[in-house]
């Protein structure tokens, strides 16, 4: 059972554009949801990361919107670069599962010039 | 910030052979460290926890005789194949939590291609 659904699983978007990546999940315990960059052959890195007391965080051209009550979370990119081509994960973890952490599958964005 | 390094960065063995994963957490002290795998355009799949001074915590699915896992100090972690196929060829990485208020943060390490021919 996927406990983190995400999506799309991928995204072509014109640079300058918006990027918009959704994720949904199943567990009330989790309390913490990161969003990770991926570039081919490297390991994954966060890029931003919310906990369920707030609804929103921005970080430069990168903004989490949280959703409690529909358990849902997303992640937006403003003024897309070419730059920002990769894969990006979301992910949710919680002190019960031991801060393990559930993946999304991913979605990979193609920003074009 | 915190990193984690990972060597080797790519691994080709024949299969039969055993291989070895290092995973170090360079500024931080870590006494959990989790180890994933990831196939080609797939998600990461956890594939056992790390814990130092006990035995690993695996998930269910993954052979404990196949990917022993040695916590030897509060920055190393180790993997190691045993008796390696190409189906357990793949991209192996490792991640620790960070510190108190941060211990949700998980930094991940580089990553290594292991190639089994």
């Known amino acids: 059972q996927q406990q983190v659904k995400q999506s799309p699983q991928s995204l072509i978007v014109q640079k300058g554009g918006i990027s918009i990546i959704n994720c949904a999940y199943e567990n009330t315990a989790f309390d913490y949801f990161p969003w990770y960059q991926q570039f081919p052959g490297k390991g994954p890195a966060l890029l931003i990361a919310?906990?369920?007391?707030?609804s929103e965080k921005k970080e430069g051209r990168f903004t989490i919107s949280f959703n409690k009550s529909a358990k849902q979370f997303s992640l937006h990119i403003m003024d897309s670069q070419p730059g920002d081509s990769a894969t990006y994960f979301c992910?949710?973890?919680?002190?019960?599962?031991?801060?393990?952490?559930?993946f999304g599958k991913g979605t990979l964005l193609t920003v074009n010039p | 910030g915190a990193v984690v390094s990972q060597h080797p960065s790519r691994v080709i063995c024949k299969s039969g052979t055993s291989v070895k994963i290092e995973c170090r957490s360079l500024d931080f002290q870590a006494t959990t460290m989790f180890w994933y795998r990831q196939f080609p355009k797939q998600s990461l799949m956890l594939m056992a926890t790390s814990n130092e001074g006990s035995k690993a915590t695996y998930e269910q699915g993954v052979e404990k005789d196949k990917f022993l896992i040695n916590h030897a100090s509060l920055t190393l972690s180790t993997l190691t194949v045993t008796s390696a196929h190409p189906e357990d060829s793949s991209f192996y990485i490792c991640?620790?939590?960070?510190?108190?208020?941060?211990?949700?943060?998980?930094?991940f390490g580089p990553g290594t291609r292991l190639t089994v021919l």
């Open positions: 992910a949710a973890s919680g002190q019960g599962s031991n801060y393990k952490l559930t």
């Open positions: 991640s620790a939590p960070g510190a108190g208020s941060s211990y949700n943060e998980q930094f």
């Open positions: 919310i906990r369920p007391d707030v």
